[in-house]
């Protein structure tokens, strides 16, 4: 991957796992990594990389989040309308915010909403807190939300003018 090519991204490792097996020499370790990538202007994704060192594994969990960025419907600095995502046995509860506020969210949670470009919301957890879970199920949430352009057309509705 170029440094040309990376360069509008930021990218954020929410957490790294470290797994052992017991062989006949001792401990092997392997190790993975939980990476959100996003242009903090309505793009983010999320991706999970696994190796037998921290720096491998951080790169795929990298390449796995620039492939599968989704795109945010955005309202400014914050989100149009409270939404629930889930995922497995966690839920996250998302709210807008007036300006000023900030991102009101745990670690893991932040990282998807902030590289996602939301300047301005409140969050809840409920359930499970496992980063995995959580940023899965923030995703999830981010996916869900319309704005009232697209919402209006789903619906076969004209919007009003305010000339």
Do not use: W
């Not at 914050?78 to 046995?89: K, L, M, N, Y």
């Not at 939301?118 to 879970?133: I, Q």
């Not at 199920?137 to 919402?151: G, K, P």
């Amino acid at each position: 991957m170029n440094q040309e090519e990376r360069q509008p991204y930021d990218d954020n490792v929410v957490k790294v796992y470290r797994c052992s097996k017991v062989v006949k020499g001792g401990r092997r370790f392997s190790f993975a990594a939980l990476v959100v990538v996003g242009d903090k202007n309505g793009r983010v994704g999320l991706g999970y990389g696994k190796a037998n060192e921290v720096p491998n594994a951080v790169e795929k969990g990298r390449k796995r989040a620039m492939r599968d960025m989704v795109p945010v419907s955005l309202m400014g600095g914050t989100i149009p309308h409270e939404v629930t995502g889930r995922f497995g046995s966690s839920r996250v509860k998302i709210l807008p915010a007036q300006s000023g506020t900030g991102v009101i969210a745990g670690q893991s949670v932040r990282a998807v909403l902030e590289l996602a470009g939301v300047h301005d919301c409140l969050t809840k957890v409920y359930g499970s807190t496992s980063p995995k879970n959580l940023c899965k199920a923030t995703l999830n949430a981010l996916i869900m939300l319309r704005d009232r352009e697209t919402v209006a057309k789903l619906r076969g509705v004209e919007m009003p003018s305010y000339n």
